[in-house]
């Protein structure tokens, strides 16, 4: 009794009443309660949160002063959008930008940009420079997958915490996602997948009229009470509003998704048709309503990718080349504990680890779906599966680096517009997210079961598998210093407000670097050329970079060799004709570059005698 009448006067006692007589205030049974049962789940994302920084902490204290060792040329790429990302707060708007490949510009649509991230970040990026935006995404990104899919399965799909951990683990730290976050921003950026997951069995619940919880159907034909119209339309519609937001994230995840989302819906009608037949008059709706609301939003931005200006009519990539190993499935990546460099050779390069999951986490979630064979989701995540991996290994299959003229399921993809320019292997991606939900429900299973040999041995086998994955800090390296002129901002002095710089040499897809002149400068000046998607290879089609002007081409060859050329007037008519072209005000030299002397000695016979600005050379020319 005494303690019953202590629970009752503790519950009608507000957190915010008066001190009590001990001069302590007093905390409600349900406050406590509630911070119990969070307890555990916020222990688990802060869990997440160190691990991604574990993974990513190479690039700090000092970001800029840092750079991803595996592919440092597209991080410049991603700091340099994420900087013309940030000018949308002072109104610059639009899916084209003259900040780039001056003067033609640069179609953003047909890159793969991050706008959205860019636009969220903005304020980071003017208050503390762009270095430090890309190094939080990077981890953020990892972070805030992992936490997405952990509320997804402990909230939507009901599964113990422990297995909702295990599969959100893999989910955000899997080694193509590690893998990617080598400056591959659109394709780590996966935390709205969950939440388009989430929509779609939110709607798909809704639009039974039986109710979710017994998915046959009821006994009673009189318990039927009709689907949930108000949640088909809010889930219609909110779906809508998160594909569309993941297209300005990266579009080849919403690509990725979606055909994950048909395989499994027609995977599961096969094995529940009841169900499916059931729901499918408010599904097609709700869908519809979200098709709807997306065009709305997508419709000019999807135009201009793929009509407007610097569009471009095909894929970059060759199928055939970006095609996974098989034997990379059962390896397991250089960038895990667990891994050898001798994986390498197995895939194109270290942002495409995409397949590496290891032969013990292959035969482990085998073994987990065969367990879970009678569940039709189960079922359909094993066939969504069996597809995603079988896509990836392109048109033709490559075994243990040998390419033979077998066929790949992806042959079928050929000429098939848009769909024939993504790249084979990262259909490995998709399968991700299905191997780590199959995991989840296993171990959910085996920590319900009676049996104590069952709760030990499934978990215990998950969790050894997920260790041989277990990914090591991503190798970072020192960069150089940017110029004195660009941070000190003595390039306003050249420049022209709005006008274009040309930094010597002009950057390329394969030197890049003149491009973080111009993100540190918050992307207020223009630079000709660069590294970005565009139409001039042959006929139009896509290229990376575009053609070298005359002037371009003479200091890269200079900056090559270190060898001055003799020069004429014809040379100087072109050099005066690309200024005009590129519509550039100001030319610039840093101290460092390399034959800086031949440089300079070359530009004074174009341009004439030079201004030094702080640690730079500069000849104004407009």
């Given amino acids: 009794m005494a303690v019953t009448s202590t629970t009752a006067t503790d519950a009608g006692q507000d957190s915010t009443d008066p001190e009590n007589g001990t001069g302590e205030r007093r905390s409600s049974p349900a406050g406590r309660t509630m911070i119990r049962n969070y307890l555990p789940d916020l222990a688990i994302c802060l869990l997440f949160v160190i691990v991604a920084g574990w993974v990513t902490h190479g690039m700090w204290p000092d970001p ?22 940030a000018r949308l707060l002072f109104g610059d708007v639009g899916l084209r930008t003259d900040r780039l490949n001056a003067p033609d510009g640069v179609n953003l649509m047909a890159n793969t940009t991050v706008i959205l991230l860019g636009v969220v970040f903005a304020p980071v990026t003017l208050l503390f420079g762009v270095p430090v935006t890309f190094a939080v995404l990077a981890g953020l990104c990892l972070a805030a997958t992992a936490i997405a899919w952990y509320l997804l399965f402990t909230r939507t799909a009901r599964v113990h915490r422990l297995a909702a951990a295990l ?3 893999l989910c955000g730290f899997a080694p193509a996602m590690v893998s990617h976050t080598n400056s591959h921003l659109h394709m780590t950026a996966q935390f709205m997948v969950p939440v388009i997951v989430w929509l779609v069995v939110r709607l798909v619940r809704a639009a039974d009229p039986a109710g979710p919880a017994d998915p046959a159907g009821p006994a009673d034909p009189a318990a039927v009470t009709g689907p949930d119209r108000r949640r088909i339309v809010t889930s219609g519609l909110g779906l809508g509003a998160a594909v569309a937001a993941q297209v300005f994230i990266g579009e080849e995840v919403v690509f990725l998704t979606a055909l994950a989302l048909v395989v499994i819906t027609l995977a599961y009608a096969a094995t529940n048709w009841r169900h499916v037949r059931r729901i499918l008059p408010g599904a097609t709706a ?5 098709v709807g609301s997306a065009s709305l939003v997508l419709a000019y931005p999807l135009w201009f990718q793929f009509a407007g200006p610097g569009s471009v009519p095909n894929g970059l990539f060759s199928p055939h080349y970006f095609s996974a190993d098989l034997a990379s499935w059962a390896a397991i990546s250089p960038l895990s504990y667990a891994g050898s460099e001798v994986s390498a050779r197995l895939t194109t390069g270290p942002a495409e680890y995409n397949t590496f999951l290891g032969w013990p986490l292959i035969v482990v979630a085998v073994g987990c779906a065969a367990w879970l064979i009678r569940r039709p989701i189960v079922v359909a995540c094993a066939v969504a599966t069996v597809v995603m991996a079988g896509l990836s290994l392109g048109p033709e299959l490559v075994i243990n680096g040998v390419r033979t003229e077998i066929p790949g399921p992806y042959a079928l993809l050929l000429g098939v517009p848009v769909v024939d320019g993504a790249l084979p292997m990262r259909f490995a991606v998709a399968a991700v997210p299905l191997i780590a939900t199959i995991v989840a429900f296993a171990v959910d299973r085996a920590l319900r079961a009676p049996g104590w040999p069952v709760r030990l041995l499934v978990p215990g086998a998950v969790a050894v598998a997920l260790v041989t ?8 390296a020192d960069r150089p210093a940017l110029p004195q002129f660009i941070t000190g901002g003595h390039w306003r002095d050249c420049v022209e407000p709005g006008g274009v710089l040309v930094p010597v040499p002009p950057p390329t897809p394969q030197e890049p670097w003149p491009q973080r002149w111009a993100a540190a400068a918050d992307a207020e000046f223009g630079l000709p050329e660069g590294f970005f998607i565009g139409p001039y290879a042959a006929d139009g089609q896509a290229s990376m970079g575009t053609y070298k002007q005359a002037t371009s081409a003479l200091l890269a060859e200079v900056a ?3 060898a001055v050329p003799a020069i004429d007037d014809e040379d100087r008519q072109r050099a005066s004709a690309d200024i005009d072209f590129w519509g550039a005000s100001c030319v610039a030299l840093a101290d460092g570059t390399p034959h800086v002397d031949s440089l300079r000695s070359t530009l004074e016979q174009l341009f004439g005698p030079p201004t030094r600005s702080a ?8």
Avoid: C, H, I
């Fill in 64 to 85: 800029g002063s840092r750079v991803l060792a595996l592919n440092p040329a597209d991080q410049t790429l991603y700091e340099w959008f994420l900087a013309n990302d």
């Fill in 167 to 169: 599969g959100a683990g």
């Fill in 560 to 562: 090559r060799t270190g």
């Fill in 286 to 290: 709700g869908m519809a309503l979200a």
């Fill in 615 to 622: 640690d730079a050379w500069t000849w104004k020319v407009r």
């Fill in 469 to 476: 994955v277990f990914p090591a800090p991503l190798p970072t």
